[in-house]
């Protein structure tokens, strides 16, 4: 199946970023979505905490953590229409949804390279400081503690949908052609916005 506009965008993004991390040291990890370029291992997915079938594959989900019992995500997901958004919007509802990232050993191994000029590459099983060292790298599955949302709409649908939708605190609205644009100061800004740790000032 061929990517729409907004996965096409996202596959462009660096494999890492601090862009939602605020004054901390946390790095996020591009999860989804998986390059194209070459096989590479099946990318996390979002599970309900027991269940082994009630699970989601976001259009673009970015993991950090500075814990083994959680992690933190940051979900893009592409909506074409009012009908298709609702039906996004009750994946993530706060006061009904409890999520977990589920990620795969092959993927926690899978070397990327960290943004910027003269970037290290590293397994991710590293950068996300899960694991000792390369032999215990297992599977994991770990619960979501902040989760941000942020739907990407087209042009035309925009103005509907934003006077339409009364937005959660988890919750952002973007239109799709800027997902073109991360690197212009207006996206930038509005993406620090979105840090889960950028919510109280000491």
Known sequence: MADGPAKSAMRKWPTTTRIWSHSTDILWLKAQPVPKDKPHPKGPRLVQPGSTALSTTPDGLWVATDSVAYCDAVVVEASSNQQNIRDKRSRYASATVALCVEMTKPWLLERVKRQGKGGTWSGRWGLLGLFANE??????????????????????LFDKVANSLALEAHEYLVGEPRLNQRNSQIVQEFFRRMSPYNRSLR
């Open 135 to 156: 032999n215990e790298v297992t599977d994991v599955c770990l619960p979501v503690r902040y989760l941000r949302v942020l739907y990407a709409v087209p042009r035309a």
